[in-house]
T-cell receptor
Framework: GAVVSQHPSWVICKSGTSVKIECRSL??????MFWYRQFPKQSLMLMAT?????????EQGVEKDKFLINHASLTLSTLTVTSAHPEDSSFYIC????????????????FGPGTRLLVL | DAKTTQPPSMDCAEGRAANLPCNHS???????VYWYRQIHSQGPQYIIH???NNETNEMASLIITEDRKSSTLILPHATLRDTAVYYC??????????FGAGTRLTVKP
């Protein structure tokens, strides 16, 4: 249990294009999902918190118009990097917090495998 | 949320116990201690968490001092596949997870 998937696992795009990354909780429902970014040799940095059916909450310094987050269902959140530039190249990781008791820790976040984005 | 301090790196011999320390001297009474690990180029993996009692699961043991100002993650028989960055995180329930620099554990044959 507690499997989170991300799609795609890696993507290469041209500068100026938009890229959508999907995050799915496969065997549980999650009212809250989180998006992180990780640059090489650095730790994970929280970008935003995504709540199902409401607007995402962005961390200071993260442009909400550039990183569009949609959490339309209890199992899916998407991150769209709009007008991507080379400096947006990074490892993007999502996590989800379970809703309800299914033998999983409700207070624990479970992470996806990450999406590596390279903007040329 | 309280901040944590971990050594930047540690080595451990394969088959031996790996003991990873974490200081969280400013922890408050309702904050849990969580441990995650990140193997190269993968998403973080949940290991264990606790509030004040010691905890054990199939992956590891978590020892929390009585004053809760520090904890130790124990991998009883480290294998080469345990080589990863280990993160100790302290937070109040339902807050987001914020990662520090972690400890890079290298298990050597």
């Amino acid at each position: 249990g507690a499997v989170v998937s991300q799609h795609p696992s890696w993507v290469i795009c041209k500068s100026g294009t938009s890229v959508k990354i999907e995050c799915r909780s496969l065997d549980f429902q999650a009212t809250t999902m989180f998006w992180y970014r990780q640059f090489p040799k650095q730790s994970l940095m929280l970008m935003a918190t995504s709540n199902e059916g409401s607007k995402a909450t962005y961390e200071q310094g993260v442009e909400k118009d550039k990183f569009l987050i949609n959490h339309a269902s209890l199992t899916l959140s998407t991150l769209t990097v709009t007008s991507a530039h080379p400096e947006d190249s990074s490892f993007y990781i999502c996590s989800a917090r379970p809703l309800g008791d299914r033998g999983m820790y409700q207070e624990t976040q479970y992470f996806g495998p990450g999406t590596r984005l390279l903007v040329l | 949320d309280a901040k944590t301090t971990q050594p930047p790196s540690m080595d451990c011999a394969e088959g031996r116990a790996a003991n990873l320390p974490c200081n969280h001297s400013t922890i408050s009474g309702n904050e849990y201690v969580y441990w995650y690990r990140q193997i190269h180029s993968q998403g973080p993996q949940y290991i264990i968490h606790g509030l004040k009692n010691n905890e054990t699961n199939e992956m590891a043991s978590l020892i929390i001092t009585e004053d809760r100002k520090s904890s130790t993650l124990i991998l009883p028989h480290a294998t080469l596949r345990d080589t990863a960055v280990y993160y100790c995180i302290v937070r109040v329930n339902n807050n987001d997870m914020r990662f520090g620099a972690g400890t890079r554990l290298t298990v050597k044959p």
